[in-house]
């Protein structure tokens, strides 16, 4: 043992056989002010200032090479051949001459430099048998495996600040594995640049190493910034326990065929069922219900609401949360589609005890000045359910929908005599009064309102529905498609609400008119205008943005000049820039708000056509959330991914599959990538073609066999969809009406006179 009383502050060392000396190691030891300081084990050697020198870095050496490496404040990594350390000018011989310094050494030359742009933290030589000797530098954004020249070989950029990093022996030939700590409390191991595995560690390491312990092999050794030294390990626990040799017997192979059939048995009882969620438990953990008010609120609770109505009514849901069991951080989120809102939709409560219930009350409203696409609500509440394993819970959701009253949206008004859409919607029973399916709408006093009512909607449309008494038809008019919608769902559900109640299983609905597919168009090219706007708008406030930020640096490298230039009207230029810009922020804005309506209105139409379609189809609830999947696959609409893009997708692939006129057409693969089209020319093409596939005897399925599909085509006798099937005009069964091809306007023409059979018009069979 021996030491050594250091004459300057030392920063870091490393230690090796430098010069290639034989069964014994040296020291390097690297002071704060940039002397290397070499001791050949009791006795001091010599001293090398670098050169350049302004703050240590880190300092390792390369038995390959006889190098010392290192990392100068330059960030640039430098290697010094440790022969010409020794054959430099000596540190200690400063007030020599000129003439003694030249004849006593040489200057201090770099073996070669590579500037890495950033600070390093740590540097690592590593050689193992299967890989190439390479230098591992740790920088403050970055990592770098060097050859031993000083060329990269590769480098890996990181998302994080590593704190320490350690090169290891891969399994894969070729390869060098990395543990990479970082502030964040994590353990990241690399395989060259490829990130394998990441841990989470109880301190942040500021020095990692792997050892073998015993038995135990890759022991991952840290030491964290107050001293905590941690061996862990990836993986299981290791089993000390090791089972006893078993005395052979002879197999019983009638035993064992016996449990191979049970064993069958259950697998085939496991996989009869396909759904894809599990099914609902007989008895739930925390139940959550949402009670609607069956009347208006007194006093309206609607607040900031955009609507420029009289009185906006506002209706009051009451919602419960039982549990059972102990849930602990329940949160309750309330969600109802825009424009709808709430008072209030998010709340917090402490931990419920079993058997135990919270009750909150809030109040929905219109606060969007259009129409809603839908009346329903969703209650969703999220909590943990601890266990024995798991104390702090095991995180769980229960939710329940809502149905609102259309009597928050419009009220009671004069019937229309004049519309310009106009749907028909047969049934199987006679007509009932609206008396009785609309009491929240019809006055009883009054008789004429039996047969014909109106409908107001708080943003100033008007919808009229009638019912024929001589046909089991009804009708809903207006002059908005859109605003049918709502209409004629609330008439479907009243009805088979009133039918249910009256145990008649047997009542539907029918739709025989034509599918108003060109009015349905002129909301989807309204819509896709507002896209195409919103992009331009963007556009030129990016270029006008440039412009302003170019004007700011012209007028802050004038005022920052000692002798200032006159602005030359800068100042002019910048607030006329700067008006441009706030012009076109509050053009998008107001782009933005148009955009939503026509979005939402589009969401109304579509629901239209989709209820039309099943009516017309008689399709199946599985067929018709195929067609809502596809027709609605977003419920925000936006730049990056639209509607148009995102319906087209859906619409080509059932056209390639379950709606294919021959293999060919499934043989044809689909764009990878969805981006907002040019026009909306092949959306409605692909519309119309759908539509017209669908009334030739296609079937929607979702089935990948070719002969199930073909089937399904062909259900009911009809013959192969010819090639020219967009030119031809179909007539529906059970129907005079034609269904459009594209291009042509399937369009009812509204009547002057109403009267209680308006209803009986030319779709009468």
Known sequence: MYEHNLQRTACNMTYGPFGGVKGRDLICIQSMDGMLMLFEQESYAFGRFLPGFLLPGPLTYSSRTDSFITVSSCRQVESYKYQVLAFATDADERQETEQQKLSSGKRLAVDWVLNIGEQALDICVVSFNQAISSVFVLGERNFFCLKDNGQIRFMKKLDYSPSCFIPYCSVKEGTINTLVGNHNKMLNVYQDVTLKWATQLPHVPISVKVANLQDLKGVIVTLSDNGHLQCSYLGTDPSLFQAPRVDSREINYEEFDAEMKELQKIIKEATKTQDILPKSEKYRDLIVTAEVSPDLDAESQAIDSEVKAEAIPSVTVKITIQSRVTAQKPNLAVCVQAPLAVTCDQFVFDDLEPDSSETVVLSVFLKGNCSPSELEGNC???YNMPTELNPEGIPKVAQCNFRLPLRLICF???????????LTIDTNKPPISFLTIFPDFVDPSEDDQANVLGFQFLTGSKTTLLASKTSQRYRIQSDQLEDLWLITKELTLRLEEHFKKQNCKDFACTFSGSI??????ELIDRHFELRLSAEKFQELLSERAVQFRAIERRLLTRFKDKTPAPLQHLDTLLEGTFREVIALADAAEENQANMFQAFTKLKSATHLVIMLISLWQKLSTDQVAILEATFLPLAEDTQELGWEETVDAAISYL??????????EQALTLSSQLCMPKDTSRLKKNITLFCDRLAKGGRLSLSTDLTTQQAAVMAGGCTTIPESDLEERMVIPGSTATFP?????????SQPGLSEDAAEETEKP
Not at 412 to 422: D, E, F, G, V, Y
Not at 655 to 664: M, N, V, W
């Open 412 to 422: 009671p008004a004069q019937p229309s005599k004049a519309a310009n859409h106009k």
């Open 655 to 664: 056209l390639r599959t379950c709606l294919s006129k021959s293999s060919k």
């Open 380 to 382: 969703m509440v999220s």
């Open 741 to 749: 091809s594209h291009g042509q306007i399937a369009k009812q023409k």
């Open 516 to 521: 108003p597919l060109q009015e349905y168009f």
